[in-house]
């Protein structure tokens, strides 16, 4: 017996279920027509789920899985079902039509919301909308939509009852919901007021983080260590909001800094203003701004202020200004006091002394080493190791800028530094790589030229730095020095141009010995 043949008769008394057709007072049913329809339905309907697997990498499909698989049940209804729904009652093909309407009318408003809103502000770098006002925007589209289907599709339906139970209804669920309907209007009132966008940092509360978005019920934060924090709407309505991304997005930093009695104010001054001054992450507008706070027990105290573009890199600037005031202080001798008891002894001790001499003599020897100090008698190398300065360069500072006028000589101890150049259109070409035993900075020392490149640390570096005070009495008691310094000026010269003139194919011009030593007579006043 087939299936179609199996009568299935609800309602009715035994001895009237006898036929295959059976007429309600809603609808006829017949069970083989159903049977194949849904089969069918379902074979197709497994065939798009398999299909719709390959799409799933398509952000636009994923946000409307649920209402396009409806789409599809009612769509396949339609196609397998239609003379069995309208069989069952006029309003059944109507409610299935009426249905799938609806449902391309929500995913076209979804397109057209994920574009604007998303797609074309993402293309224009403009804030995103918050998606409580989009939501709000695409519920009372679909309730226009929804009441033009039920006039359309169930003409002999009464608006006014349907409006009179909505309200009771709404009634209702306002009283139960009245928590969510206080987050609603909160959300709605922050949107309208606009304290914050999507992209802002702020403080709410006890939270600080940057706005991610702002639902109907609450607010997303995203905090430094990327960490979600959620909070409603109505509690963000109750506090007090700090915004640090508007009026503009510059933000001020407050650093505290003491220094030693030892140190005056204006050095300290001086100091703290070139590390901020050498710092590219540092606006220049508004300039940084340094005040003397307070004379405490074991320090000079100030107060620094300065902007940088975005709060979100707050921590990070703030720690590379620390960093560098600290090697900035150990170069200037500024020394950073400890709060507690100074007890000063003015007796050396044996071992420190021994230690001194230890590094005198190594640098002596490191300075004979040089061609450019080769001519110099061992009590002239050694005057220059007493007097030279040992300076402490962190990484990525700055130890000489391209065009800027010198008068000291660097010997590398430790570290790794690179040599770049400016080009017309503003980009920094490396040179070369220098580390521990490698010099700069001889012509600067010997004639006052500009710096012919940009010597940036790599690691941290340490250096001898001989200037021209210290350089200028040994040349001024043996004169004859000059003659052999301006020829190894004329050899590193030769040097460098034939490296240029390999790198760019371009002739380059040599300075003869004599110009040298013109240049360093002048420049220390020996004629």
Same mark, same amino acid.
């Given at each position: 017996?087939?299936? *179609?043949?199996?009568?299935?008769?609800?309602?009715?008394?035994?001895?009237?279920?006898?036929?295959?057709?059976?007429?309600?007072?809603?609808?006829?049913?017949?069970?083989?027509?159903?049977?194949?329809?849904?089969?069918? &339905?379902?074979?197709?309907?497994?065939?798009?789920?398999?299909?719709?697997?390959?799409?799933?990498?398509?952000?636009?499909?994923?946000?409307?899985?649920?209402?396009?698989?409806?789409?599809?049940?009612?769509?396949?209804?339609?196609?397998?079902?239609?003379?069995?729904? +309208?069989?069952?009652?006029?309003?059944?093909?109507?409610?299935?039509?009426?249905?799938?309407?609806?449902?391309?009318?929500?995913?076209?408003?979804?397109?057209?919301? &994920?574009?604007?809103?998303? !797609?074309?502000?993402?293309?224009?770098?403009?804030?995103?909308?918050?998606?409580?006002?989009?939501?709000?925007?695409?519920?009372?589209?679909?309730?226009?939509?929804?009441?033009?289907?039920?006039?359309?599709?169930? *003409?002999?339906?009464?608006?006014?009852?349907?409006? +009179?139970?909505?309200?009771?209804?709404?009634?209702?669920?306002?009283?139960?919901?009245?928590?969510?309907?206080?987050?609603?209007?909160?959300?709605?009132?922050?949107?309208?007021?606009?304290?914050?966008?999507?992209?802002?940092?702020? /403080?709410?509360?006890?939270?600080?983080?940057?706005?991610?978005?702002?639902?109907?019920?609450?607010?997303?934060?995203?905090?430094?260590?990327?960490?979600?924090?959620?909070?409603?709407?109505?509690?963000?309505?109750?506090?007090?909001?700090?915004?640090?991304?508007?009026?503009?997005?510059?933000?001020?930093?407050?650093?505290?800094?003491? +220094?030693?009695?030892? /140190?005056?104010?204006?050095?300290?001054? !001086?100091?703290?203003?070139?590390?901020?001054?050498? &710092?590219?992450?540092?606006?220049?507008?508004?300039?940084?701004?340094? &005040?003397?706070?307070?004379?405490?027990?074991?320090?000079?105290?100030?107060?620094?202020?300065?902007?940088?573009?975005?709060?979100?890199?707050?921590?990070?600037?703030?720690?590379?200004?620390?960093?560098?005031?600290?090697?900035?202080?150990?170069?200037?001798?500024?020394?950073?006091?400890?709060?507690?008891?100074?007890?000063?002894?003015?007796?050396?001790?044996?071992?420190?002394?021994?230690?001194?001499?230890?590094?005198?003599?190594?640098?002596?020897?490191?300075?004979?080493?040089?061609?450019?100090?080769?001519?110099?008698?061992?009590?002239?190398?050694?005057?220059?190791? *007493?007097?030279? !300065?040992?300076?402490?360069? %962190?990484?990525?500072?700055?130890?000489?800028?391209?065009?800027?006028?010198?008068?000291?000589?660097?010997?590398?101890?430790?570290?790794?530094?690179?040599?770049?150049?400016?080009?017309?259109?503003?980009?920094?070409?490396?040179?070369?790589?220098?580390?521990? %035993?490698?010099?700069?900075?001889?012509?600067?020392?010997?004639?006052?030229?500009?710096?012919?490149?940009?010597?940036?640390?790599?690691?941290?570096? +340490?250096?001898?730095?001989?200037?021209?005070?210290?350089?200028?009495?040994?040349?001024?008691?043996?004169?004859?020095?000059?003659?052999?310094?301006?020829?190894?000026?004329?050899?590193?010269?030769?040097?460098?141009?034939?490296?240029?003139?390999?790198?760019?194919?371009?002739?380059?011009?040599?300075?003869?010995?004599?110009?040298?030593?013109?240049?360093?007579?002048?420049?220390?006043?020996?004629?």
């Amino acid at each position: 017996m087939s299936i *179609e043949s199996v009568p299935y008769i609800i309602g009715m008394p035994e001895s009237n279920r006898e036929g295959r057709v059976m007429n309600l007072n809603w609808g006829t049913f017949q069970t083989g027509d159903w049977f194949i329809g849904l089969v069918s &339905m379902l074979v197709t309907y497994v065939i798009f789920t398999f299909l719709q697997r390959f799409l799933n990498g398509y952000h636009f499909l994923r946000g409307i899985a649920f209402q396009l698989n409806l789409l599809v049940l009612a769509l396949l209804a339609l196609l397998f079902l239609t003379p069995q729904l +309208v069989g069952l009652h006029r309003y059944v093909l109507s409610a299935v039509q009426a249905t799938a309407v609806f449902l391309l009318v929500i995913i076209g408003l979804r397109a057209i919301d &994920m574009f604007f809103f998303d !797609q074309l502000r993402r293309w224009r770098h403009q804030t995103p909308v918050p998606i409580v006002v989009r939501d709000i925007g695409r519920w009372a589209l679909s309730l226009v939509v929804s009441v033009f289907l039920i006039r359309y599709f169930f *003409e002999g339906v009464n608006l006014d009852v349907l409006a +009179v139970s909505s309200i009771v209804a709404g009634y209702i669920l306002g009283n139960a919901t009245k928590d969510s309907l206080g987050n609603l209007f909160s959300g709605l009132e922050l949107n309208t007021d606009s304290p914050f966008h999507i992209g802002d940092w702020v /403080t709410m509360g006890n939270h600080v983080g940057c706005i991610v978005d702002t639902t109907w019920r609450a607010t997303r934060l995203k905090t430094k260590t990327n960490d979600y924090i959620v909070i409603p709407n109505a509690v963000i309505a109750r506090e007090p909001v700090i915004n640090y991304s508007r009026p503009t997005r510059d933000h001020g930093c407050i650093i505290n800094v003491g +220094v030693d009695y030892e /140190t005056p104010p204006n050095k300290a001054r !001086q100091t703290i203003m070139q590390v901020l001054d050498d &710092m590219p992450t540092v606006l220049k507008q508004p300039p940084p701004l340094l &005040m003397l706070t307070d004379y405490a027990d074991f320090s000079i105290n100030f107060k620094l202020r300065f902007f940088i573009a975005d709060y979100a890199e707050l921590d990070q600037i703030k720690s590379d200004v620390m960093y560098r005031l600290w090697y900035a202080f150990k170069r200037e001798g500024i020394t950073i006091p400890f709060p507690i008891q100074d007890i000063r002894i003015r007796e050396r001790a044996a071992g420190e002394e021994t230690a001194r001499d230890k590094h005198i003599r190594q640098l002596q020897d490191l300075l004979g080493n040089l061609d450019l100090f080769s001519s110099l008698s061992g009590d002239d190398l050694k005057r220059l190791a *007493e007097q030279a !300065q040992i300076r402490v360069y %962190g990484r990525c500072e700055c130890l000489v800028r391209e065009g800027e006028l010198g008068d000291s000589f660097f010997l590398i101890r430790e570290g790794v530094v690179k040599l770049t150049v400016a080009q017309a259109d503003g980009r920094q070409t490396e040179l070369a790589s220098m580390t521990a %035993g490698q010099f700069f900075g001889e012509r600067s020392l010997l004639t006052g030229t500009k710096r012919s490149a940009t010597v940036t640390a790599e690691t941290d570096v +340490v250096v001898a730095v001989v200037d021209k005070p210290v350089f200028a009495p040994i040349l001024q008691a043996n004169t004859k020095l000059v003659a052999s310094l301006a020829a190894v000026l004329e050899q590193r010269d030769a040097d460098r141009a034939t490296r240029r003139q390999a790198d760019s194919k371009v002739p380059v011009v040599l300075t003869p010995q004599r110009v040298w030593l013109q240049r360093i007579t002048h420049f220390f006043s020996l004629d």
